[in-house]
């Protein structure tokens, strides 16, 4: 059972546009939906996080926005460059519990 | 500062051989995990230390050992190599506030092919 599911599977944009990422959860009591950003032959990275008491968060280019109602997040990357070509994992946690990833996103920036 | 510290960074096993896979972090975190890459498929939880003595099993658990004997080090022990643990693995470290996860720290990544 899929506790985080993330769409698309892959995403090509064109330099200076907008990618965006969703992912949707099931459980409710999930309290922390970090991004994590993954270059080849690395371990991921954290990118950015937001916890379920507010519906948006944004650091410089990145913003993730997080609908609690519709149980789903999403990654806003604003003015993509060719250096956010990477693979990027939404996840999410309960309390201390286990952090669930998704299946990832491969993003490809052209120039 | 090492943070995340895995090896070996590459290994190939024959079918049945047995190996551990060793993980050692420096930042006194409470919280280790194990995952697996494959394509397609993200990255899974196999196993999950919340503190030293204390361990729980996560997505994938078949085939795969842990201990936590220390704060620092959580060895993942495949005890009969299989080809279905061709993979990519990553160990993970990280802390609470506030009873909720914070961020997770992970190591360079174990390629593992099995023959």
């Known amino acids: 059972q899929q506790q985080v599911k993330q769409s698309p599977q892959s995403l090509i944009v064109q330099k200076g546009g907008i990618s965006i990422i969703n992912c949707a959860y099931e459980?409710?009591?999930?309290?922390?939906f970090p991004w994590y950003q993954q270059f080849p032959g690395k371990g991921p990275a954290l990118l950015i996080a937001?916890?379920?008491?507010?519906s948006e968060k944004k650091e410089g280019r990145f913003t993730i926005s997080f609908n609690k109602s519709a149980k789903q997040f999403s990654l806003h990357i604003m003015d993509s460059q060719p250096g956010d070509s990477a693979t990027y994992f939404c996840?999410?946690?309960?309390?201390?519990?286990?952090?669930?990833f998704g299946t990832g996103t491969r993003l490809q920036v052209f120039p | 500062n090492a943070g995340v510290t895995q090896t070996p960074k590459f290994q190939v096993l024959k079918t049945g051989q047995s190996m551990t896979l060793q993980c050692a972090q420096d930042?006194?975190?409470?919280?280790m995990s194990w995952y697996r890459q494959d394509p397609g498929m993200g990255l899974r939880l196999i196993h999950y230390?919340?503190?030293?003595?204390?361990?729980d099993q996560g997505e994938v658990p078949n085939g795969y050992n842990v201990s936590r004997s220390t704060t620092e080090d959580f060895p993942l022990r495949l005890l009969s190599a299989a080809p279905s643990q061709t993979s990519v693995y990553f160990c993970?470290?990280?802390?609470?506030?506030?009873?909720?996860?914070?961020?997770?720290?992970f190591g360079q990544g174990t390629r593992l092919t099995v023959v």
């Open positions: 996840a999410a946690s309960k309390n201390t519990d286990k952090l669930i």
């Open positions: 937001i916890r379920p008491d507010v």
């Open positions: 459980n409710t009591a999930f309290d922390y």
């Open positions: 993970a470290s990280s802390y609470s506030i506030s009873g909720s996860l914070t961020e997770a720290f």
């Open positions: 930042m006194n975190h409470e919280y």
């Open positions: 230390s919340v503190g030293a003595g204390i361990t």
